[in-house]
């Protein structure tokens, strides 16, 4: 019997298909190569945009047509598009497994436990039983799930889940309900373990990580940790508690994505002066605008992120820095456009991931504000921010030219590696796959807009 997820969205969900892998290759489940040869085909769905959505609504149409072929198929979805784990025959079935023939059963992530027992009720006989902590599909079981990581020298470590941010337009905190912070001690068993296996280096994903372990404190707590007055410590504790892990062999960690808000002064030294602190951060910003931001329940100005991104240049003048951005929001107009562009020279990201505004049930933006900007208007938009884009991120890639960085590589095709280097830049050099997974040093030759290219030393 064999198995094959396709995953949507960000690397949560990647890391979470990791998870479900363990629980199917537990219950005695083999991975397929392809989904034309698993008995089970199983969609990790994101809801950030309509059109990832779509994307998997498109998807069922060509599953229609293979399960015509092979009857005994089953169909599972998951990931953020899911409210209630159910089967067709359960008393309160979720919309999507009720109205979409093709669909045999759905599940919540944190149900992910319980993957057994809904094949079952769907007819399909797994293979064995699955060990006792399994049994109960609760959040704090799923994370106690040993992965099956995709990567030998590279993997996500969830350190938290959900968020309280509520930003207005967005659907995460009601897809993954609530912040809920994993416990340090867990974080570092999972971190222990993949170092002793050969891991080098470790992503932390969180929606906010820079909050992490403020869902420990109480709410009064919470309150002056959220103010900063007091010390925030926890997730700084983290990164130091992990740079232990270089004397067996852990080389980086990063972690994504952190909230402007949070960014304390402390996390900007840990990056400064942790050895597996890379110099790299991704910073979302989402709005040039003062005036968005605020409708976007964004808590700070634009003034308040050019300040941060200061400071941490000034603390670590090589750090590259990204961040994300949506255009088109409710009300947008050209003037306030106008600022974002603005923003983009003044604040010189490394890379900015540029979304169009896509309004999302559930959201305060969806309850109380007009969706006003024109599609084609958003896509003009988004060519104008990705040609500044493009110019500049060109222009700090020239930068790297005649200088060496260190890349792991993570694949080679045909003599050529690809892999990150410290600063998060794609780079490319002739070598063999002998060195997929380890750490090189690449003197850099030339520079494109997306990647460095360079030869191995
Ligand atoms: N927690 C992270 C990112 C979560 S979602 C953070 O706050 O940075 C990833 C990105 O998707 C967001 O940063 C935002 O730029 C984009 N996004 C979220 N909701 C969106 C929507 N409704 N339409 C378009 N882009 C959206
Ligand atoms: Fe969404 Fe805002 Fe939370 Fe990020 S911080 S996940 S954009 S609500
Ligand atoms: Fe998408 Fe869910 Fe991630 S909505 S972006 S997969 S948290």
Not at 19 to 38: D, F, I, P, Y
Request: proline share 4%.
């Amino acid at each position: 019997m064999k198995y094959y997820i396709k995953t949507y969205g960000c690397q949560f969900n990647y890391s979470d298909s990791e998870r479900v892998s363990a629980v199917l290759e537990s219950a005695g489940l083999k991975r397929a190569k392809n989904h034309l040869c698993a008995d089970l085909i199983l969609f990790n769905t994101c809801s950030i945009r309509q059109t990832a959505e779509d994307r998997v609504y498109g998807t069922m149409v060509n599953m229609a047509k293979l399960k015509k072929i092979r009857p005994h198929l089953r169909i599972g979805i998951t990931g953020c598009m899911v409210k209630r784990s159910s089967t067709k025959k359960s008393l309160k079935p979720d919309p999507l497994v009720k109205n979409m023939d093709d669909v045999d059963f759905v599940f919540r992530i944190e149900d992910s436990a319980r993957l057994p027992q809904l094949l079952k009720e769907t007819g399909l006989e797994v293979p064995h039983e699955t060990p006792d902590e399994f049994d109960n599909g609760t959040l704090k079981n799923y994370f106690k799930i040993n992965p099956k990581y995709s990567s030998q020298f590279q993997a996500f470590v969830p350190i938290a889940t959900g968020c309280d941010k509520f930003c207005a337009y967005c659907i995460v905190p009601f897809t993954r309900g609530r912040e809920k912070s994993r416990p340090m001690e867990e974080i570092w068993e999972e971190c222990e373990k993949l170092v002793k296996n050969g891991c080098k280096e470790i992503t932390l994903l969180g929606q906010n990580v820079d909050s992490y372990g403020l869902s420990f404190l109480d709410r009064n707590e919470k309150r002056f940790a959220s103010l900063n007055v007091g010390e925030k410590i926890y997730f700084t504790r983290l990164l130091e508690e992990l740079d232990k892990l270089k004397t067996k062999g852990l080389r980086r960690v990063r972690w994504t994505s952190p909230h402007p808000k949070d960014m304390t002064d402390d996390v900007i030294e840990a990056v400064a002066t942790l050895e597996t602190q890379m110099p790299y951060i991704h910073l979302p910003v989402q709005a040039g605008s003062n005036v968005m931001l605020r409708k976007m329940n964004r808590p700070y100005t634009r003034e308040h992120y050019i300040k941060l991104i200061e400071k941490i240049r000034h603390r670590i003048p090589d750090c590259a820095i990204s961040t994300d951005i949506v255009i088109g929001f409710c009300g947008e107009t050209e003037k306030m456009f106008e600022e974002t562009c603005e923003l983009f020279e003044q604040a010189r990201w490394d890379m900015a991931y540029i979304s169009q505004y896509s309004m999302r049930r559930f959201t305060a933006a969806y309850k109380t504000m007009k969706d006003d900007v024109p599609r084609k208007e958003k896509e003009r938009r988004w060519h104008r921010l990705n040609k500044i884009l493009t110019r500049i991120s060109h222009e700090k890639h020239k930068e790297f030219i005649g200088k060496t960085v260190e890349v792991l590589v993570e694949k080679c095709v045909k003599g050529i590696c690809e892999g990150r280097s410290e600063h998060f830049k794609r780079t490319q050099f002739k070598g063999g796959k002998n060195l997929i997974g380890q750490i090189v040093p690449v003197k850099i030759t030339d520079a494109l807009a997306w990647n460095l290219i360079g030869e191995l030393i």
